[in-house]
């Protein structure tokens, strides 16, 4: 039983209940029939995607802390699970047991929507969580992209299973619609999450070089790679203001709520990351990315009061 806090700690837990969290009010927040859309899952079908993508999400995670372990040691030796407190023999075969769950549920969940194809979604999901712990990490921004890609991804899923097997010429439009919505703030997630993964590829700039990765840091130094995040910040900071300011602007609650909550937290940022050169100053803004994509998230609740 001792285990069991350092096991929830290495699947990352709470990142997972966000991961369902947001996967949940997509599916009971924007695909509802008071917008006129129809959906392929009754709660069951929903579970069994959401456990699917928590179980390949947990797995990945495992995977990654079994290849950083020596990078751990030097960047959060305080936070080290694998081989002090969990065998790494154990951990892989926890990795094993939740990949090849989430895959058979991704099986059973393609052919329930009856489209056999969607399975290998999650066979290249699981493909590139390995690849990525065991080789894109270590090159030059491809690893950050491809783990902001799979978080955006996560958020697609949903409408691929809900919208898509049930799109027909009638409600074509309708269905269409509000997966642009989906597709947009997938767009905003993958952003956010390169920023985030940038930021903390300075923060552990120090074991990355010792394991022999070729972050972006180590390649062009610590605060030209600032320089670069920084500018990359401004892409969401416009987006939001874009997106306000051609689709909220008659609706005072949803301004005041987004202007709150993600704007105002991403100019912060962005004027955070200008001046950031400790590792602690990296270490809060990237817990500080993170909140301003559960906060975006959550804006989902609002488009029951915009879209009717």
Not at 58 to 86: C, F, M, Q, S
Not at 274 to 279: D, N, P, V, Y
Not at 293 to 305: P, T, V
Request: hydrophobic share 55%; aromatic share 14%; net charge positive.
């Amino acid at each position: 039983m001792a285990v069991i806090p350092y096991f929830l700690k290495l699947i990352r837990w709470q990142n997972l209940l966000m991961l369902a969290l947001v996967q949940c009010l997509i599916k009971f927040a924007l695909f509802i029939p008071e917008f006129g859309i129809e959906t392929t899952l009754n709660w069951y079908g929903f579970a069994l995607l959401v456990l699917a993508t928590l179980c390949i999400a947990a797995a990945g995670y495992i995977i990654n802390d079994i290849y950083d372990v020596e990078a751990d040691t030097i960047n959060k030796p305080e936070k080290l699970i694998i081989d002090r407190h969990i065998s790494n023999k154990t951990a892989f075969n926890w990795y094993l047991f939740l990949n090849v769950a989430g895959v058979v549920l991704g099986y059973v969940m393609a052919n329930t929507v009856e489209k056999s194809s969607f399975f290998m979604l999650f066979i290249i999901i699981s493909a590139l969580l390995y690849v990525y712990a065991s080789y894109l990490k270590y090159t030059l921004l491809l690893g950050n992209i491809v783990v902001a890609l799979l978080v955006s991804t996560s958020l697609l899923i949903v409408g691929l299973f809900e919208l898509l097997p049930v799109l027909t010429p009638e409600n074509r439009n309708t269905q269409l619609t509000v997966f642009k919505i989906l597709l947009d703030y997938a767009i905003f997630a993958f952003l956010l999450n390169l920023i985030r993964e940038l930021v903390k590829s300075i923060e552990d700039i120090d074991g990355d070089y010792k394991a022999g990765a070729r972050s972006l840091p180590i390649v062009i130094g610590r605060e030209r790679a600032t320089r670069v995040v920084f500018l990359l910040s401004l892409l969401p900071v416009a987006a939001v203001i874009y997106y306000m300011l051609t689709y909220l602007y008659k609706q005072p609650i949803a301004m005041v709520y987004f202007l709150i909550t993600v704007l105002a937290p991403s100019i912060y940022g962005s004027i955070q990351l200008f001046s950031a050169e400790r590792k602690a100053q990296f270490s809060n803004l990237s817990k500080l990315y993170k909140l301003i994509m559960l906060f975006g998230m959550l804006s989902l609740l609002l488009y029951k009061f915009i879209l009717t």
